[in-house]
């Protein structure tokens, strides 16, 4: 059983539609991280975060670190956020740098 | 501009034999990370090192081999013994600690013949 759970697996929205995301994980985290995937296979981090909220232009994390959460959310979604959205954290005790545990992915296709 | 590349973005592996990938980063990160991604998995760490000369095995570290002579530099391996080669593999650095967002190149994909 992976230690981080991606809900859902695949999403599928509408151009203009609030999205959200959910990341759930089963051990105590220093650190949550957000990623972004395009289909050409690049990755690029979006948030890292351990507490609270952040916000990126139409981007927002949250993480609520009592119940091991942590949501994405996308405000007007367009077809341009069409991606997989990866969630992945770094245990508390880690001594090896910045090893993470990755969940497997949210793939999100928001039509026109 | 300042990055991580990888090399080459198509690789195809023959029966029994040994193919390298290539990772470079010019961010000045001591850290660095090779993960094999499957479809419907998520990442899993082959390797990663922490400082030059110095790396760690993984979570699926067999059948592959890596080096760290360089800072910038932490190619990959994929040996015969790898029975199972066929994956996108994502190289990744960060500087060291707590905080450091890891910074990912475009990946390989390696192909079985």
């Known amino acids: 059983k992976n230690e981080v759970e991606q809900s859902p697996q695949n999403l599928t929205a509408q151009e203009g539609e609030f999205i959200t995301i959910n990341c759930s994980y089963s051990v105590g985290i220093s650190a949550l991280h957000w990623l972004q995937q395009h289909p050409g296979g690049g990755i690029v981090s979006l948030f890292m975060?351990?507490?609270g909220k952040k916000k990126h232009g139409r981007l927002i994390a949250t993480i609520n670190i009592q119940e091991k959460h942590s949501s994405l959310h996308i405000t007007a979604s367009h077809p341009r956020d069409s991606a997989v959205y990866i969630c992945a954290h770094r245990a508390l005790g880690e001594t090896s740098g910045s090893r993470l545990t990755f969940g497997e992915g949210t793939q999100l296709t928001v039509n026109p | 501009d300042g990055g991580i590349t990888q090399s080459p973005k198509y690789l195809f592996r023959k029966e029994g034999q040994n193919v390298t990938l290539s990772c470079e980063q010019n961010l000045n990160h001591d850290a660095m990370y090779w993960y094999r991604q499957d479809p419907g998995q998520g990442l899993r760490l082959i390797y990663y090192s922490q400082i030059v000369n110095d790396f760690q095995k993984g979570d699926i570290a067999e059948g592959y081999s890596v080096s760290r002579e360089k800072k910038e530099s932490f190619p990959l391996t994929v040996t015969s013994a790898q029975k199972n080669p066929t994956a996108f593999y994502l190289c990744a650095s960060s500087k060291t600690g707590e905080w450091g967002t890891q910074y990912f190149g475009p990946g390989t994909r390696l192909l079985v013949l």
């Open positions: 975060l351990s507490s």
